[in-house]
């Protein structure tokens, strides 16, 4: 198949402000979120000058990818598009149409399949083309790649780095806490063709980080960001609750690592630099926060190599991957269908 172009399709997030409500008010629309919760929220916001770090983030990617395409004679423009705010998904498949693409693959700032993370941006794509209208290019999302070196080796060396951090001489009550954004419990059932994918997805790429950096060491994975209300059932255990139980059990330290995220965009830099921490010094916990891979030089190479795996005749032996879970290029119709339409599920900032 024949591509000419290539966009970058991500979560979105404000840049000063007097753009966090109406962002929210994006991110929930028809959700039925209170207005209590979304200026809770805000709050974390103005914590940071109103400004998300997603945007600034999703330009050094956009500006890496671009250069290691260049330099490896990929000639495929790279755009950028948003799900909930500026450059919205939309105004960036107009720029394409009129700059003459027809057929673009898309690359999406998340690893793992599910609704929110995978089936939703689908449905972004297909809206955003059903706005510009019956000569919008084609837009195909690249594959899941929770398992590939260039996500995995970069959470490996940011646990690594973190443990380095720690006293050595007290490893023995160390823990690893892989953490991702919670979801419903009821939309993890759903998640993927059978059921489970996200989780399963989850616990693999977990399995794999914490065999490389630090076979010696006990790991959990654990769920953060919840924002949905409290009577519909969520992923459970929450860190902060984790963070106790470890702290009860006799654990000194813990290297958080959010395996869940690409880069440390607010549900980062907030859920867990500003509240988890908090809730380690409570209990006396060691914590240290792992970094994601942001632009890695081999996170950047991923990129290139999903896309090269579609463009190039011999795409399927290039597949580079280190799980052993079911992948596909292309989801089923049937995958990640929820029971009924998420009311709050996902993100209420990033």
Known sequence: MSYDAVVLVSFGGPERPEDVMPFLQNVTRGRGVPPERLAEVAEHYQHFGGVSPINQQCRDLLAAVRADFAAHGLDLPVYWGNRNWDPMLADTVTR?????????????TSAYGGYSSCRQYQEDIAAARAAVGPDAPVIEKLRQFWDHPGFVEPHVDAVRAAL???DPAKRDSTRLVFTAHS?????????????????????????????????????????????GP?????????????????????T?????????????????????????????KQLGLNFVRAATPGTDPRFVTMVRE??????????????????????WDTCPTVCCVPARRPTSAGSTHA
């Open 306 to 327: 999903l896309v090269t795996e579609r463009t190039d005749p011999d795409g399927a032996q290039l597949r580079r991957r280190l799980g052993e879970l079911p992948m």
């Open 230 to 250: 409290p009577h519909v059932p969520w992923l459970e255990p929450d860190i902060n609750d984790h963070l106790a139980t470890l702290a009860q059990g006799g």
């Open 183 to 227: 979801i419903p419990s009821s939309m993890a059932a759903n998640a993927g063709p059978h059921g489970g994918r996200y989780e399963a997805q989850l616990h693999e790429t977990a399995r794999l980080v914490a065999a490389a950096a630090a076979p010696d060491l006990p790991y959990d994975l654990v769920w953060q960001s919840r924002s």
């Open 252 to 280: 000194t330290g813990v290297v958080v690592s959010p395996i869940g995220f690409v880069s440390d965009h607010l549900e980062v830099v907030w859920d867990l630099d500003t509240e988890a921490l908090e809730t380690a």
């Open 96 to 108: 394409m149409r009129d700059d003459g693409v027809t057929r673009a693959l898309a690359f999406v």
């Open 164 to 166: 380095g951090q720690l």
